[in-house]
Structure formats: structure tokens, C-alpha cells
């Protein structure tokens, strides 16, 4: 019986693995990896496989969704799939994990680091008070989905605040603040729930684990107004609720 190993990378590049995730990639026979899920630091890879000892494989997005390539791999022996973050939280390999089982292959899930807590840790926002969390999708020509705009006016509601995460397409890339600023501006003259205005603030936070990690208070106006940077690190944002006045106290030291 062969072996299906997902092994988080967390947010922090190879520093974000752990000790027993990086101790079975050693022991594995075949090792590949993912980033159309979530970006990567520079040279994360390189630095895992000097650190393993083995070549890392990166697979596309079809190649992973498809399942082939990886069940064949662990159907032969022991097959490793690095992810970005916690492999069953933002990332969900469910379905992957589900046709291993079926296929008679065992699964070994190492966890790490979550953009999802560790994103809320540094907002200093309080985790209970968190609603649904939403994907901010690319608008195209002829789709422009409103269902996050939905969510986030529901979680308001009910005084939550929101993750919104935003989308990484392989031909657009991660999507910018400035982009995602721009089309929650355009959802409200659609959806006109009074949810947002250019005076309302949002917490942009930008390449949390990394380096160059930059965590902000701004309204939408600022954010959509601000320049981006080549290379710049993949961001999250949250649509905060009516704040305890700790919250409010710690976004205001932000600036």
C-alpha cells in the first residue's frame, strides 16, 4: 500500500516548515509542491530541497485538481505534496485526499502555519468575533461575481468581521490591494448596501511570515490610490465590524 504525505510549508518560505513535516519529505520517495494556491517567498523551494536532500517537482494547478500525476506516484510507494500554509485549511486538498483513500493509499497530514490565524493574530483583531471568510475573485469582462460583497454585508450584520482573500489566477497572478480595493468600491454601486465607502477602513495586511511583511490601517481610497511595487508579496484584507475598544486601540498603532 503506498503512501500520500501533504505537508504544510506555513507562511514563513522553508523556515515555515516544520521539524516532522521536513522529517517525512526526507523519508519520502517522490516530492512535489504547489503554489497556484498561494505565492511563494523567492527561493522557497531551493531552499526546501537543499534542506530534504531530494528534487522538488512544482505541479500546475490542473496537474494537482487532475490527482493522476500524485495518486500514481503514492499508489508506487510514498509521494509528498507540499503546500503553501496549512494543506486542509486555506487550502483544501479534500478531494485529493478522498481519491487516495478510495485507491486503498494511506494519507499523512503535517500541519503548519495558516494565513487564516496568523493573519488575524497580527491584526490584533479578537478571533470569535470573525465571520465567514470569503475569496475576493478577478472581475472579468463578463463575470463579476457579487458574492463576496453578500458575505461580507452578512457578517456585518451580525457585527464579524471578514477575511477576504484575495484570488491568485496563473495568467493574472496575485491579485493587488489596489485591484481588490477597486472592485469592492464597484460591488457597493452595484450592490448598494451601504457596506463600504471610500472613507471606509479596511486591515491590509501584505506578505505575512515574510520578510517584507507590512500590516496597515487604511481607508479604501488610500489603498486603491496607493502605488504598487514589482514583486510585491500576496495580501490579505479584513473588513472589520464594530471594534472593542482593544481592537480599535491596537488598528490605530498601525497607522
Known sequence: MGKLLLIGMGNSGAQGITLAGLSALKSCQQAFA?????????????????????????????????????LEAASKGSAALLVSGDPMIATTHVSLVLSAKKRGIAVEIFHAASILSAAIGESGLQAYKFGKTVTLAYWRENYKPMAAYDVIAENLSRNLHTMLLLDIDEKLGAMRP??????????????????FSPETKLVLLQGIGWESQKISFLPLSKIEASHPSEGDPPAVLIVPAKLHFLEEEFLQSLG
Open 34 to 70: 504547489e503554489s497556484y494556491t498561494n505565492l511563494l517567498p523567492k527561493g522557497t523551494l531551493g531552499e526546501i530541497e537543499s534542506l530534504c536532500g531530494k528534487k522538488i517537482i512544482l505541479l500546475s494547478r490542473s496537474d494537482v485538481e487532475g490527482e493522476r500525476v500524485l
Open 178 to 195: 489596489q485591484n481588490a480595493a477597486h472592485t469592492l468600491l464597484e460591488m457597493e454601486a452595484a450592490g448598494k448596501k451601504s457596506v
